[in-house]
């Protein structure tokens, strides 16, 4: 939501109470804010996208680095000076500052309230504090699986919640606690409930997808009357059989990933794995305290692409991280060059209050952490742009996300939405938001690829 200067419209006798919304963060807090739209929507509340007549806004925030607090204080700044009434959750609800005090209360203290990351029931009582559920709310102003802040035709669908691990640079256990996943079947009644209102593509989201089901010992749910496990293997499966796209994000390279890749092989998912590397050093990787280290990871990546040809890897990596030394940072490009994935993100180290790894010692200068981010970027760039080059002359199935008398913008299956690439579609009438087409690929750059509507 982008907000817009505008008062709420005065309250006539059959006005329903509006709520403002603004959803920033990773497709997890995105989650977070469908579950609460979900519940205030159930609830009678009007839903706006814009601050104008709404009666309250609520602040979905990321806390994550640096970067990224400073957007969330001032989305909520913008929402105090053009509504006034502001509730903040999120994961930067639960951070402090140098004083120990709540962050956002010291920077904003005219907000109503302030809750933490997926606590969709204390956002509600705060709502409900300050702006009165309407009466007589009716289930039926809700879908089955709830409101989306996605397009109609792709979801992402959450599996668990917080993470077992902790890595140095990372805070997020802090924030929203160890792991705890959802019993597969109601994973699935939700997956199947969106495929019901035309979702083509299910995004499977987490903090660590690859330990589903560690935290409950792997125990028996039902999905259709059927016994079923929960646990990564089984889920994967189970989603599969549903007849659309699913897309695997956060996927720790544990050996039992390797049980997908047959799955993916014989066209049931996609062959796509979000893997967060973050390093290759052995040290590095040693003081990020990083699950997996250990892995023999380039021989597991081949392993996998001996198995699925068509697999997309896509990673991040960390350049820059405390005592990381030139050899150390030579073996993370060794590995890239290797490795040969096809979408890699890189991250200069930021500290975040609060991490293990600011006590670090050799703390990397800022314009030695740039200058190595800037060396993998340029690095991937020349492998992008060679894996791309080879889709040239090819027939790509893809989904269409945007589509104008000036042509489509879609995605293929080895492009994740908003963090890779996109296939760019010549001008067709034919062609359609949200549906399936074959696309013969004409020519490639760095990261897209262009073509047209293949001939059938």
């Known amino acids: 939501m982008s907000g817009r200067s505008g008062r709420p419209a005065s309250r006539g006798k059959a006005r329903i109470p509006a709520v ?8 997890k807090a995105l989650v977070d804010s469908e579950r609460i739209l979900t519940r205030l929507r159930a609830e009678g509340y009007d839903i706006r996208g814009s601050y104008e007549d709404a009666d309250l806004v609520v602040v979905n925030t990321c806390g994550f680095i640096d970067s990224a607090v400073q957007e969330s204080l001032d989305a909520i ?36 309230a302030v809750t933490g990351p997926h606590d969709t029931d204390g956002v509600l009582n705060a709502v409900h504090d300050h702006l009165p559920r309407p009466h007589d709310a009716f289930s039926d ?20 919640e917080g993470c077992n691990h902790r890595c140095t640079f990372c805070i997020i256990p802090s924030m929203r606690g160890d792991l705890e996943s ?70 720790y390279p544990y050996p039992h990933v390797d049980e997908i890749l047959s799955l993916m092989a014989t066209g ?56 990381e030394t030139e050899e150390e940072f030579e073996t993370l490009l060794e590995f890239l060059r290797e490795a040969q994935l096809d979408r890699v993100g890189c991250f200069a180290y930021s500290p975040v209050d609060g991490a293990a790894a600011n006590e670090l010692p050799d703390p990397v200068p800022d314009e030695v952490r740039e200058e190595r981010r800037g ?3 340029q690095l991937q760039e020349e492998i992008s742009k060679a894996r791309l080059q080879r889709k040239v002359a090819t027939v790509q199935r893809v989904l269409v996300d945007e589509a104008s008398s000036k042509g489509a913008v879609a995605r293929s299956t080895a492009d994740a939405p908003e963090i890779d690439g996109v296939v760019h579609v010549a001008p067709d009438s034919r062609i359609r938001v949200g549906e399936f087409y074959d696309v013969q690929i004409e020519r490639s750059d760095v990261h897209d690829l262009f073509g047209s509507l293949a001939e059938t």
């Open 20 to 27: 403002g919304f603004v959803s920033l963060g990773c497709p």
């Open 375 to 377: 060396r993998v970027m």
């Open 268 to 323: 049931k998912v996609l062959p796509y794995l979000d893997v967060p590397f973050q390093h290759a050093h052995p040290q590095v990787l040693k003081r990020m305290k990083r699950p997996a280290a250990g892995e023999k990871n380039l021989e597991r990546i081949r392993a996998w692409r001996k198995e699925c040809p068509e697999l997309t890897i896509r990673s991040t990596f960390i350049a820059g991280f405390p005592g």
């Open 182 to 251: 959802r019993p597969i079947g109601e994973v699935m009644r939700e997956a199947e409930a969106l495929v019901r209102q035309g979702v083509r593509e299910l995004l499977v989201i987490s903090q660590d997808t690859s330990a589903y089901g560690v935290d409950v010992r792997y125990r028996t749910d039902f999905v259709g009357g059927r016994p079923v496990r929960t646990r990564m293997t089984e889920l994967v499966r189970e989603l599969g059989a549903l007849g659309v796209w699913v897309r695997l994000h956060y996927v």
């Open 77 to 112: 700044g913008e929402a105090l000076a053009e509504n006034g009434k502001v509730v903040v959750t999120g994961c930067l609800g639960v951070r402090n500052d140098a004083g120990g005090s709540n962050l956002v209360q010291s920077v904003h203290p005219k907000v109503l």
């Open 141 to 160: 102003l809700v879908p089955p699986a709830g409101l989306k802040l996605t397009p109609r035709h792709y979801a992402y669908l959450k599996i668990s």
